[in-house]
């Protein structure tokens, strides 16, 4: 009796009675394997709502799941796992306290492998759990939609941010709108375009909707059109990161073109230094090194047309910085300079900033705070780099509200 105890707290498993464990040998390695099965009130119970249930058949016999290494030794849980007939659901696989419907390992593992995946690399996860990647997308898609189910994310809606993903190296894209007060991703789905917008706002419904005082985005005109349709009352702002992101394109495209003059007329040396001066311009100032400094200090010197860049593109962010009515004044005095410039990249940008000027100045006015949705925005799109890659948008998505959603479950026996 005092053991079933004992392995009871080492499997991490309650309502359950141990009828035995063994270890037993897999072609080179040993398994742990426990002999359970639930409790006498949770058998018989639907998988699907818990109630109390009749019998059906036997089901597919017995069934392993694969629960946390004991020590160094893989762990499996083995039970019956039978039918039962539901009232509502129909003949589905009884329920069982250690695991969640359909899975094939026990919650604590699941949790535990969704815990990691939020935490650390996909390839710590795999080698740790001794799992495929596959393995734990599919576990981290189980365990958000558990944890999701039972809580309207969309309530309490009031400053949201909306943009666009890509993903699949740029092939396919994901819609997400992002909570501009908890830095939470709210919603996302795979497409970009206003029916997918539109299905953000059905969900919302109209009352909600109404209530959305402020929405951000990036550029996308269709973005713009569906907002003024289905919230008219929120005042639009442009995303001050991706106006940023717009001058240090532009920023590159005039680094780009000096280095192939350079190239051009066989001054090498000058270009083949340029070419590793990327960091050093894009950077935000305080975050460069010494060694970055210095490239820059030569840039002022050498190369007079890609330090007007390096200014506009941090004068620019300066005007953010500023916000309110200095932002305002700010945001004057850089159109006027990025349209002299004699920079094209810069006179084409100042077109584009001068087209959303409003939506510019609602953000200045509005001061709303960038940090939190630019940090998510940045998370999702290391996300779509992972190495391991995400077979279908649904993992994807899992994947992001794991991270980003406040979805991440406890470790196994922590308090949350
Ligand atoms: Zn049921």
């Known amino acids: 009796m005092r053991t079933a105890r004992v392995w009871r707290r080492l499997l991490g498993v309650e309502h359950t009675v141990i009828e035995a464990v063994e270890l037993e040998d897999d072609d080179d390695e040993e398994l742990l394997v426990a002999r359970v099965r639930p409790t006498r009130s949770r058998r018989g119970r639907c998988s699907r709502c818990d109630r109390r249930c009749r019998g059906y058949d036997r089901g597919g016999g017995r069934r392993r799941w694969r629960t946390l290494d004991v020590g160094t030794v893989k762990a499996y849980l083995e039970a019956d796992a039978p039918r039962v007939v539901c009232g509502e659901h129909g003949v589905v696989v009884a329920a069982v306290p250690w695991a969640r419907p359909g899975a094939r390992c026990t919650a604590s593992f699941e949790d535990t492998c969704a815990w990691l995946a939020a935490h650390t690399a996909g390839s710590v996860v795999a080698e740790l759990q001794r799992v495929t990647w596959r393995t734990v997308t599919a576990i981290v898609t189980r365990v958000v939609a558990e944890r999701s189910a039972g809580c309207d994310r969309l309530d309490g809606l009031a400053r949201i941010g909306i943009d666009e993903i890509a993903h699949r190296k740029g092939h396919r894209y994901l819609t997400v ?72 394109k532009a920023l590159d495209a005039v680094r780009r073109d000096v280095w192939n003059e350079l190239r051009r007329t066989g001054r090498t040396a000058q270009a083949a230094t340029l070419k590793g001066s990327r960091w050093a311009l894009v950077k935000n100032p305080e975050d460069l090194t010494g060694a970055q400094r210095t490239t820059l200090a030569g840039i002022a010197v050498t190369n007079k047309a890609i330090y007007r860049a390096y200014l506009l593109k941090e004068q620019l962010r300066a005007v953010f910085a500023a916000k309110g009515k200095h932002g305002r004044v700010l945001l004057a005095g850089w159109l006027a300079w990025a349209k002299r410039s004699r920079l094209p990249a810069f006179v084409k940008l100042a077109k584009t900033i001068e087209r959303y000027r409003q ?47 406040g979805l991440c479950p406890p470790l196994p026996g922590r308090a949350e």
């Open 177 to 248: 709108v992002v909570d501009h007060d908890t830095g939470r991703l709210v919603w996302a789905a795979p497409g970009r375009d206003a029916a997918t917008l539109g299905r953000f706002f059905d969900a919302l419904g109209e009352r909600r909707s109404a209530a959305l005082t402020h929405v951000s985005a990036d550029g996308a005109e269709w973005i713009h059109t569906v907002v003024a349709d289905r919230a008219a009352g929120a005042v639009l702002c442009l995303d001050p990161f991706h106006v940023v992101a717009w001058a240090t």
């Open 359 to 405: 939506l510019i100045w609602n953000t200045l006015t509005h001061e709303l705070s960038n940090a939190r949705s630019e940090a998510t925005n940045t998370h999702l799109r290391v996300l779509t780099r992972r190495a391991y890659g995400f077979h279908t948008p649904d993992a994807l998505i899992a994947m992001a509200m794991l991270t980003r959603g």
